[in-house]
T-cell receptor
């Protein structure tokens, strides 16, 4: 069985500050890890994903995440927050590279302070 | 990119009635679609996998007689909440696996169901 824990249901950062959203996973098989963003009244959009290879993954909108097997973590970061980054972020895990049957975390709402 | 739509975006119904939610892949064919349920401040939970031309596969604990899924065509899957009760109130989201030339799953915008 797989599970995902996102620490902090709400995170607030000032515009221009570092964004750090935490995600820890549990998986009995090598995991495939994903970060999705959800804007109000819109579907989930893939930010980035880790399947194999390089553990530092770069995604859209300046986000990146690093897979750390020893820490079972896949934290999402962005060096400088922008107002348009305000949204709900979901970490997810799958045992299939085609990202079917995702197991999601509870989500983190990111607020950007002007 | 590929687009998945849902209709309606929100619905309010009386207890005991049935509600149908549609999920469409607008510019690609999907032989499989996934249905998720999201409670407030909780994660998305996979309810079932709909398969075009065959029966849906339900996750453990999901009542198949309560949540009827029909994959009528390669672009349409429907979820019917039968004899809805207030505890069925939730946010329902569908998704389709990556179509050819894409490597990501595409999600619909969700349907907010409120049962009075």
């Amino acid at each position: 069985a797989q599970s995902v824990t996102q620490l902090g249901s709400h995170v607030s950062v000032s515009e221009g500050a570092l964004v750090l959203l935490r995600c820890n996973y549990s998986s009995s098989v090598p995991p495939y890890l994903f970060w999705y963003v959800q804007y109000p009244n819109q579907g989930l959009q893939l930010l980035l994903k880790y399947t194999t290879g390089a553990t530092l993954v770069k995604g859209i909108n300046g986000f990146e995440a690093e897979f750390k097997k020893s820490e079972t973590s896949f934290h999402l970061t962005k060096p400088s927050a922008h107002m348009s980054d305000a949204a709900e972020y979901f970490c997810a895990v799958s045992d299939q590279a085609g990202n079917e049957k995702l197991t999601f975390g509870t989500g983190t709402r990111l607020t950007i302070i002007p | 990119g590929a687009v998945v739509s849902q209709h309606p975006s929100w619905v309010i119904c009386k207890s005991g009635t049935s509600v149908k939610i549609e999920c469409r892949s607008l510019d690609f064919q999907a032989t499989t679609m996934f249905w998720y349920r999201q409670f407030p401040k909780q994660s998305l939970m996979l309810m079932a996998t709909s398969n075009e031309g065959s029966k849906a596969t339900y996750e453990q604990g999901v009542e198949k007689d309560k949540f009827l899924i029909n994959h009528a065509s390669l672009t349409l899957s429907t979820l019917t909440v039968t004899s809805a009760h207030p505890e069925d109130s939730s946010f329902y989201i569908c998704s389709a696996p990556p179509p050819p030339l894409y490597n990501e799953q595409f999600f619909g915008p969700g349907t907010r169901l409120t049962v009075l």
